[in-house]
């Protein structure tokens, strides 16, 4: 017979609202009220996964149980995921992470979520609504996620990843191609996503939409001419100035998915001298296990730039 486990994430380091676990609300802490939420909905045993042990000994002067884990954990789900293995659940088959800070959840929320979750066979799952409101997008205080299609009334989705807001550490968001066909609101979205990511100083995420090879020297061809009309000769340096992706180096390696040998008209002037590497897997069953194996090869390539050694 199938069981279900779930696991309420939870931690004191918190900049907006600090040692928020533990804050009482009607002489109980807020993890409490959450813990009892989950104990309400009767689907299976209820463990919160912290690294604090302030929030341990709450829990456990409660009744409740806990799993400490590790303490650099960046999202709620890595901590779920090692407070599932080091509880050994081998005999559970479906966790259910249900939020720290939500001590309003109706517990028939978690029971129809783990309904869905044995219907879908989802070894791991959680609650999400879509964003309606601008407001909302940008409260730091609401966590976001990231998911592979949208979220409708009883539709799963995968997630990809979790956050609150871009922030100096994160990444840089850019978006290179021929954006005019798009309706306004789209435009108006990239705009946002742009300007608010700008200070960034992370990773930069360049994404092509709309977005040819050929169009992009063609374009800077003809910024050259409005210009610099009276220019009768350019160097590949000067000519980078006008490219789309002017403000970023060459790439060092281009992976192609799905098994196509081909540049497929993208970054024609940029990847020159970038070393190429062809994957037979599709793009979304591209995982980390791929991505390190082609930075290993990638490694033992020796870069000549046109040279002969």
Same mark, same amino acid.
């Given at each position: 017979?199938?069981?279900?486990?779930?696991?309420?994430?939870?931690?004191?380091?918190?900049?907006?609202?600090?040692?928020?676990?533990?804050?009482?609300?009607?002489? *109980?802490?807020?993890?409490?009220?959450?813990?009892?939420?989950?104990?309400?909905?009767?689907?299976?045993?209820?463990?919160?996964?912290?690294?604090?042990?302030?929030?341990?000994?709450? #829990?456990?002067?409660?009744?409740?149980?806990?799993?400490?884990?590790?303490?650099?954990?960046?999202?709620?789900?890595?901590?779920?995921?090692?407070?599932?293995?080091?509880?050994?659940?081998?005999?559970?088959?479906?966790?259910?992470?249900?939020?720290? $800070?939500?001590?309003?959840?109706?517990?028939?929320?978690?029971?129809?979520?783990?309904?869905?979750?044995? !219907?879908?066979?989802?070894?791991?799952?959680?609650?999400?609504?879509?964003?309606?409101?601008?407001? $909302?997008?940008?409260?730091?205080?609401?966590?976001?996620?990231?998911?592979?299609?949208?979220?409708?009334?009883?539709?799963?989705?995968?997630?990809?990843?979790?956050?609150?807001?871009?922030? !100096?550490?994160?990444?840089?968001?850019?978006?290179?191609?021929?954006?005019?066909?798009?309706?306004?609101?789209?435009?108006? *979205?990239?705009?946002?996503?742009?300007?608010?990511?700008?200070?960034?100083?992370? #990773?930069?995420?360049?994404?092509?939409?709309?977005?040819?090879?050929?169009?992009?020297?063609?374009?800077?061809?003809? !910024?050259?001419?409005?210009?610099?009309?009276?220019?009768?000769?350019?160097?590949?340096?000067?000519? *980078?100035?006008?490219?789309?992706?002017?403000?970023?180096?060459?790439?060092?390696?281009?992976?192609?998915?799905?098994?196509?040998?081909?540049?497929?008209?993208?970054?024609?002037?940029?990847?020159?001298?970038?070393?190429?590497?062809?994957?037979?897997?599709?793009?979304? $069953?591209? $995982?980390?296990?791929?991505?390190?194996?082609?930075?290993?090869?990638?490694?033992?390539?020796?870069?000549?730039?046109?040279?002969?050694?």
């Amino acid at each position: 017979m199938s069981k279900s486990v779930i696991i309420i994430p939870s931690r004191l380091a918190s900049t907006r609202l600090p040692k928020k676990p533990l804050i009482k609300i009607n002489n *109980k802490s807020l993890i409490m009220h959450v813990y009892e939420k989950a104990i309400k909905s009767q689907i299976g045993e209820v463990y919160v996964a912290t690294c604090d042990e302030e929030i341990a000994l709450e #829990v456990k002067k409660n009744g409740g149980k806990f799993i400490i884990t590790d303490s650099k954990h960046t999202t709620g789900t890595d901590r779920v995921y090692e407070a599932s293995k080091k509880l050994d659940l081998e005999d559970a088959d479906f966790i259910i992470n249900v939020q720290g $800070d939500e001590p309003m959840i109706n517990p028939l929320d978690i029971e129809n979520l783990n309904k869905v979750s044995k !219907e879908k066979n989802l070894n791991i799952s959680t609650l999400a609504y879509n964003i309606k409101t601008k407001q $909302d997008y940008e409260n730091k205080n609401i966590v976001k996620v990231v998911t592979k299609s949208e979220i409708s009334n009883k539709l799963t989705t995968e997630a990809l990843n979790f956050y609150r807001e871009i922030n !100096e550490n994160s990444f840089k968001v850019r978006f290179i191609g021929d954006l005019s066909p798009f309706e306004k609101k789209i435009k108006d *979205k990239i705009k946002i996503i742009e300007s608010k990511s700008q200070p960034n100083t992370g #990773v930069v995420v360049t994404l092509a939409l709309n977005y040819g090879g050929r169009l992009d020297i063609i374009s800077a061809i003809n !910024e050259i001419l409005i210009h610099n009309k009276n220019l009768k000769s350019i160097s590949e340096k000067d000519f *980078k100035k006008y490219t789309l992706n002017k403000d970023l180096p060459d790439p060092d390696l281009l992976i192609r998915t799905g098994g196509e040998m081909r540049l497929s008209n993208f970054l024609l002037w940029d990847l020159a001298y970038t070393e190429l590497m062809f994957v037979p897997q599709l793009w979304p $069953d591209f $995982d980390k296990l791929i991505l390190e194996n082609c930075i290993s090869d990638y490694s033992k390539r020796i870069r000549k730039y046109g040279g002969d050694n």
